[in-house]
């Protein structure tokens, strides 16, 4: 086991108030989207028009994005692309160089975490702020994102009021959630008119019209994208959708996923800069589109599936081992399912394989999957990736998860397994001689009692009961 | 196969029944006799290669599966008492054998496979007449039952059927619990901290007795509840079922 994740995960299952806090946020999160759910069939049906829309996607990726290209430049869009997270730093660098930026607002994006673009920026002494309330406070606790959708959500409003009281001093301590929310509003504000530029993430990208749709609860995207003069949106590749009648389904089923929201409290269609006559928005707009790894992805076709996620967090949400641990123990920027399919591909499984294995497939989150993405059949998968030897595929680390002792063991399993006759005596020794056997099984028995082996197999008694078919 | 009600089946009774839990098999395959079925137990069965298939070890996996393949020869459906072993060969076996000589004999054996209690309601219609006192018991439903063979309504339906039997219900009842096979040694802390909250939601209930579909489960929480000391017993639902309803 590698000594990164082992150490979040026990310092996770050492800290019993986050995971009391970490189970109350779940079970809430569960309850509001069963709640906007009310209809099996049609969240089924709907599930299966997701995964539709988003399959078509990905079936004509090179295409799709060659078409909002296009659009996106005749919309005024300027579009940039870049292979490594590298790249895109590079270039949004250069974008607020040549428009000598000195302070921007960011809305929430998971692709500038990525990225690791504050922290690339602020080197260069560029001042980021991020805008949306969850990262306000991470970013003031120097933190990293817990959850995809609610960055915070690992924080307790106690913890908030601690940590506002600590780095606004002259605003006296609270820990109502509405004056905190206040707190944080009022110094936005002031940031929001004094930035030179504004950086957001997208949801969905459309290539017949070339438009970045942007879901957010706050207004802060739509601060962040039409008061600075400058827009840059930085985004993955995925996230092209073919057509706008594709966005209401999936907007639907994003904002029920992933808050219990009917629909969210704002939604930005940005189709380009300020037009003559306009009285809002950026004079320049501009897109850095992100690979990182997904095109190799694309490339396997069962893995591409991977590419269908609209990042709503619901397979985090109902994950029993994120509910145990939160994201930070992960060491990833996506946590939870999402992430233990996402990160091993991206990162390559000699790093993170682990992940793959960090799962009981119990398949909570292949169930609630709004494009139903088979996550516990991409874990799976995963694994052999890790052990496999054939050399075919792409997947980056392939067969670095290999142990000598391990596949010796499933070798002689498999020999013995294979082999009825041998098998049946191996059995039925086992069991004469359980006595004979270990009762201490490593961890196992470390909260658990061994397993009795019976003092007759099956197989011996339906002898007995002439129940065989020989 | 229809609604068409079945003369015979083959019963695969998993390496796990086999080895801890025979009774469970012998009331599974009993439960099924007693509605006028033959019952066959392929005498050269071993196990499904779930193991090695969710370690990621395909080969191993496909060369134990494949020794399966023969042991069913006719129409008649495989009734296996875990819906773990069941969703591996229903829903696993057509992906590992794809591109293999085997591929057409394992859908074949994949398209008969039932989760033994989804066979008990969905394909039996089974009637249950409680002879047992009165009792209250937990279900626990496991996460293959439940999701990948999507039998969940199978086990509670049953219990259900039993008058003196009250099932009472424990919070987060569809949440694992932690045991995932080779998970559980691979990562020991995360599945101790996920047995340890499932004995403790089972023990709040007060029930005398858990039963499930899965051997996997019970192994794990019933290992967990005797070493931690009193607590709930736990049992095979094929068993507790038998056990319930059998003449005497």
Not at chain 1, 412 to 418: D, M, Q, R
Request: charged content about 25%; aromatic content about 6%.
């Amino acid at each position: 086991m590698s000594g990164e994740f082992h150490d979040g995960v026990v310092k996770a299952l050492g800290d019993d108030a986050l995971r009391q806090h970490l189970r109350r946020a779940m079970d809430s999160l569960i309850a509001k989207r069963l709640a906007v759910f009310p209809d099996q069939d049609a969240l089924q049906e709907l599930r299966r028009y997701g995964m539709a829309i988003r399959g078509n996607a990905l079936s004509k990726l090179p295409q799709l994005l060659e078409r909002f290209e296009a659009r996106c430049e005749e919309n005024g869009i300027h579009v940039h692309w870049a292979e490594t997270t590298d790249e895109a730093n590079k270039t949004v660098f250069e974008i607020l160089q040549s428009h000598d930026v000195k302070r921007l607002v960011k809305g929430k994006s998971m692709v500038s975490e990525e990225m690791g673009l504050n922290h690339f920026l602020e080197a260069k002494g560029i001042e980021c702020l991020e805008s949306d309330l969850g990262e306000f406070i991470i970013q003031l606790a120097g933190e990293t994102p817990s959850h995809i959708v609610m960055p915070a959500l690992h924080k307790s409003k106690q913890e908030i009021a601690e940590l506002f009281h600590e780095k606004f001093p002259d605003i006296p301590y609270s820990d109502d959630v509405d004056e905190l929310t206040a707190v944080a509003r009022g110094i936005l504000r002031e940031k929001f008119m004094q930035a030179d530029a504004g950086i957001s993430g997208v949801n969905f990208l459309i290539a017949e019209t070339g438009t970045l749709c942007l879901v957010e609860n706050e207004g802060n995207g739509r601060m962040s994208t039409t008061v600075p003069p400058l827009h840059i949106a930085v985004t993955g590749i995925e996230k092209v959708v073919e057509e706008l009648a594709d966005v209401p389904p999936l907007l639907s089923l994003l904002t029920r996923s992933a808050t219990g929201q009917p629909i969210t409290t704002y939604f930005n269609m940005i189709k380009g800069p300020r037009q003559p006559g306009e009285k809002d928005g950026p004079q320049e707009v501009h897109l850095v589109l992100l690979d990182n790894g997904r095109s190799r992805i694309f490339a396997d076709e069962e893995l591409q599936a991977t590419l269908r996620c609209i990042r709503c967090g619901a397979c985090i949400n109902h994950c029993p081992i994120y509910t145990r641990l939160g994201g930070h123990a992960y060491g990833t920027v996506y946590p939870g399912p999402i992430g233990s399919i996402l990160e091993p591909q991206k990162e390559g499984l000699e790093r993170l394989g682990e992940l793959a294995e960090a799962s009981t497939l119990c398949g909570a989150c292949g169930e609630v999957c709004p494009v139903r993405i088979p996550i516990p059949k991409l874990l799976n998968r995963l694994r052999w990736e890790g052990v496999r030897r054939d050399g075919t595929g792409e997947t980056s680390g392939q067969g670095r998860r290999r142990k000598h002792s391990e596949s010796l063991a499933w070798k002689a399993w498999s020999s013995l397994a294979s082999r009825p006759a041998l098998y049946r005596i191996a059995v039925k020794s086992a069991c004469r001689f359980r006595r004979m056997l270990p009762q201490q099984l490593g961890p196992w028995t470390h909260v658990r009692k061994a397993p009795e082996i019976a003092e007759k197999p099956l197989r011996e008694l339906v002898e007995v009961q002439g129940l065989t078919d020989e | 196969m229809g609604n068409q009600m079945p003369r015979t089946v083959y019963f695969f009774a998993t390496c796990l029944v086999d080895m801890f839990y025979p009774n469970a098999g012998l009331a599974g395959m009993a439960l099924i006799k007693r509605e006028g079925l033959k019952v066959i137990y392929p005498r050269n069965q071993t196990c499904c290669g779930q193991p090695a298939y969710n370690a990621g070890y395909r080969d191993e996996a496909r060369k134990v599966a494949a020794a399966q393949l023969d042991l069913f020869p006719g129409e008649h459906p495989i009734v296996v008492p875990s819906g773990s072993c069941a969703g591996m060969m229903k829903h696993h076996y057509p992906d590992l054998f794809f591109d293999k000589p085997e591929h057409t004999k394992a859908v074949d054996v994949a398209d008969r496979v039932w989760e033994l209690t989804g066979f008990l309601t969905d394909v039996l219609n089974i009637k249950l007449k409680d002879l047992g006192e009165p009792l209250q018991v937990a279900l626990h439903t496991s996460c293959s039952t439940r999701r990948e063979m999507g039998m969940a309504h199978a086990g509670e339906s049953l219990l259900a059927q039993l008058d003196a039997v009250e099932v009472v219900e424990q919070a987060h009842k569809a949440e694992c619990c932690g045991f995932g096979g080779s998970f559980a040694v691979k990562q020991p802390e995360i599945s101790n901290a996920m047995v340890r909250d499932k004995t403790e939601a089972l023990r709040a209930t007060e029930a005398a007795l858990v039963v499930s579909q899965d051997s996997g489960c019970l192994m794990n929480i019933g290992g967990a509840i005797e070493h931690q000391g009193e607590g709930p017993k736990t049992q095979h639902i094929a068993e507790f079922l038998w056990e319930r309803t059998r003449e005497r």
